[in-house]
């Protein structure tokens, strides 16, 4: 039994490896080598927009290949003309929806937990009249989104646009950032707030 597993894991992730590079490609993702899927993510762009995925990012849409599990499959979605959705070498997602009216960019050896949301647009107007239909891009609230490098963002977050986070700080489960956070800082709660900074002695003597 457990070799059947084994087996059927492998046919699985092998499938994955050979047909998601191949569907992303041909709707004009540009991917970095050696990228690692688990499942199909699901991707749009609009047109002229870009999303570009670097050297070994794993995007995991699968609940059996991450601790946590998925609530949905990993969502890229580009919704304007120009935007871009830029993901740094090394940077792990699971099952998270990112969205970009303008631009949302991540670092290198970035770590989204499961289920986070990233969005720099508000989606639609903030004015009552006509909200319904109101497709007036000049009314809907956009600013890009900047996670440097090696930022660990926990399960359940949301971040929200115009928001920067700092390079290797912490956001804490279900936060939602809608103000930037610095860098070498743990921050957490709706609204995120800094709850402490990191020591800023050599990291690799220093308790955790
Ligand atoms: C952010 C986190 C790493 C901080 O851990 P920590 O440094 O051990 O922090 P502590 O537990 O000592 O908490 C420090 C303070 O922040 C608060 N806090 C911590 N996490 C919080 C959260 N997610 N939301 C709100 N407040 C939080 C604590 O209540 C505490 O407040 P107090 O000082 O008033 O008592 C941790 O709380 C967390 O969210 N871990 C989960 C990461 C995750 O999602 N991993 C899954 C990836 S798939």
Redesign the pocket.
């Known amino acids: 039994m457990q070799l059947f597993m084994r087996i059927w894991v492998k046919l699985l992730t092998t499938w994955w490896q050979i047909t998601v590079p191949m569907r992303l490609r041909a709707i004009g993702v540009e991917l970095g080598r050696d990228v690692r899927f688990y499942g199909m993510p699901i991707v749009s762009l609009a047109k002229s927009s870009r999303i570009s995925i670097g050297d070994r990012v794993v995007l995991c849409s699968d609940s059996r290949f991450?601790?946590?599990g998925v609530n949905h499959p990993v969502v890229l979605r580009t919704l304007r003309p120009q935007a871009e959705i830029l993901i740094g070498a090394d940077t792990g997602i699971?099952g998270g929806s990112i969205c970009a009216a303008l631009r949302v960019s991540l670092g290198k050896e970035c770590?989204l937990?499961?289920n986070v949301t990233i969005a720099d647009t508000d989606f639609h107007a903030i004015k009552p009249s006509g909200r319904r239909f109101n497709g007036n891009l000049l009314e809907i609230g956009a600013a890009a989104v900047r996670v440097e490098d090696n930022v660990?963002i926990?399960?359940?977050?949301i971040v929200l646009k115009g928001v920067t986070i700092g390079k290797k700080s912490?956001?804490?489960?279900?936060?939602v950032v809608n103000k930037s956070i610095a860098a070498d800082v743990?921050?957490?709660?709706?609204p995120a707030r800094e709850?402490?900074s990191f020591p800023q002695a050599d990291e690799k003597k220093e308790k955790w």
């Open positions: 991450t601790a946590l699971s770590l937990g499961a660990f926990g399960t359940g977050a912490v956001i804490g489960t279900r936060a743990i921050a957490a709660g709706t709850i402490r």
